[in-house]
């Protein structure tokens, strides 16, 4: 297709799609970093298995966009990729970063079962903490805020050569 018009216009007719498909990309990206954040000091990976995800409330899995606790938007208008990523699950701020959770009653008797069933000493003194405060205080986690920074730091740059590269390639296809 030699017209430069038509060229254009059937790029223009095909770049939505091509934006959001780069929106998508990005996004796993980030959840990608978010879930390296989820790891422990010994490495050991926390939170990440489908198992896990589910008993401990999917906060991993709320940062993607088809999960009812996402707020993450992925759009491509008015020549603008438009891309937001977040998570509605009311703990996701406070394992950020970091608050009081109080109880609703019952905190206090999950860590005395935990206590009972692992015989580790620092249920116990939840539980104690928490039969005293009536909740509990949450050291801030910084998952989002260390994963957006390792994000913007080593993936984005490689990420932005390609999606450059998938641009190019989209405009010579409409040759």
Known sequence: MNNYKARFDEFLSIL??????????????VV????????????KVFNT???????????LNSYI???????????????????????????????????FVKSQGNMHSYF???YYETKNEQYKI?????KKKGGINIK????????????SANVYPKFAAKSAANLLNAWKGTE
């Open 16 to 29: 939505p799609s091509v934006m959001k498909s780069v929106g998508f990309e990005l996004q796993g990206e």
């Open 32 to 43: 990608k970093q978010i879930g390296k954040q989820f790891r422990k000091d010994d490495g």
């Open 49 to 59: 298995t489908d198992k896990l995800r589910k008993k401990s409330g999917g906060l």
């Open 65 to 99: 966009d088809k999960n009812e606790d996402s707020i993450s938007v992925i759009a491509f208008d008015n020549g603008e990729l438009k891309f937001q990523i977040g998570s509605k699950k009311k703990y996701a701020n406070i394992q950020e970063e970091g608050g």
């Open 112 to 114: 005395w079962a935990k």
């Open 126 to 130: 939840i539980a104690l903490s928490v």
């Open 140 to 151: 801030g986690k910084h998952y989002f805020a260390k994963a957006m920074q390792e994000f």
